[in-house]
């Protein structure tokens, strides 16, 4: 599960740094819930190129 992870940001790195030609602007989304069991946190990081999108969230 770890390489899995790992392999999938080197990936989003590269497509971002444009080592594979034009740059990809990533995107960032947070959030903070509040709910009966207390206040918990997420967000999501991802990329979009075309039709293809691929994102890490926790």
């Given at each position: 599960?770890?390489?899995?992870v790992f392999?999938?940001?080197a ?6 740094c444009?080592?594979?030609g034009?740059p ?7 959030g ?14 991802g ?12």
């Amino acid at each position: 599960m770890r390489k899995t992870v790992f392999a999938l940001f080197a990936l989003a790195v590269l497509a971002a740094c444009g080592v594979d030609g034009e740059p990809v602007q990533p995107t960032l989304n947070a959030g903070i819930g509040v709910g009966d069991s207390g206040v918990h946190a997420g967000g999501a990081v991802g990329l979009h190129k075309g039709p293809i999108s691929v994102f890490l969230g926790f």
